[in-house]
């Protein structure tokens, strides 16, 4: 199973913490060595975490992979995020664009060799649209890997297959994909095992993450503690063998009132598998 042997990271936002010290705090409360790092924070306030990936270094926490936020998401609906996702939004792309370039001058600054981002809805069919979005996301991977640092899309907000089209018609072979199961029951969009033999050979890491599906179509799915929701566990793992890389796992939680627990819990649930 080509599922990396370092540690499993966990997702640094997860965590909510207001300085790299609290974050360090949190991130050993978990019983984690290793995060991925959301790197706007590094960029926008560096007078508080310009240090953060020192004190990492220094508590002995690997930056497995970093994160970069693109400008004005609302994810308060589908529709909100449909509008306002990745990198589609022409109102906020020029300040994605800045924002992602020194992103990416930061991860070359600290070796971080991958960071993921949501792309924003890939539209189905070929035209204007689809081919303004290439541009914008060819940009940023050259932006990427001129610092020694390739990037992946999340999964969740299209299908697998019109993913799996899109990174062909791309042709950009250094793009990649970070597979979240949840995701992919969040927007409605497949069953994260099927997705995942979809996608294998862009996978790139994977977030240890479940949900369980919407009740009313068009709205939200429900994020929940992993190995409560909707994901297969058993089988999603298992489908990981199709994947050519060895990939790296990092636990996300993005809801609940007990973050350091919920990723215990996803910790302790990969353990027993």
């Known amino acids: 199973m080509p599922i990396s042997s370092a540690p499993v990271a966990v997702c640094s936002w997860s965590l909510q913490a207001e300085s790299p010290t609290q974050l360090v705090e949190r991130v050993r409360a978990t019983g984690a060595s290793a995060v991925q790092l959301a790197l706007t924070p590094l960029v926008e306030k560096p007078e508080v975490w310009g240090d953060c990936v020192a004190i990492l270094a220094a508590a002995k926490i690997e930056v497995a992979s ?3 936020e693109t ?3 609302d994810y308060s609906t589908l529709d909100t995020i449909r509008v306002t996702g990745g990198v589609v939004p022409d109102a906020t792309w020029e300040a994605t664009r800045t924002r992602a370039i020194e992103v990416a001058r930061v991860a070359g600054k600290h070796g971080i060799r991958l960071v993921t981002f949501h792309a924003g809805f890939i539209p189905h069919e070929a035209g204007p649209e689809r081919d303004r979005l290439f541009a914008r996301l060819r940009e940023i991977a050259q932006a990427f890997r001129a610092h020694g640092a390739r990037i ?4 969740g907000q299209e299908s697998a297959d019109t993913l799996a089209h899109a990174l062909d018609a791309l042709g950009d072979e250094s793009i990649g994909v970070n597979f979240d199961p949840a995701n992919m029951i969040l927007y409605g969009m ?4 099927a997705a995942v033999r979809a996608l294998a050979p862009r996978i790139a890491q994977v ?5 369980l599906p919407a009740k009313v179509a068009g709205t939200w799915g429900s994020e929940v503690r992993a190995g409560t929701g909707a994901v297969d566990w058993k089988a999603f793992l298992a489908a990981l063998a199709s994947v050519p890389a060895t ?6 939680r993005e809801a609940g009132e007990d973050r350091v627990g919920d990723i215990r819990a996803a910790l302790a649930m990969l353990k027993s598998r």
């Open 66 to 68: 970093g994160m970069l």
């Open 71 to 73: 400008v004005g998401e």
């Open 152 to 155: 992946a899309f999340e999964t």
């Open 190 to 193: 497949g069953d994260p095992v």
């Open 207 to 211: 977030h240890i993450k479940d949900a």
């Open 247 to 252: 990939v790296r796992l990092a636990v996300e």
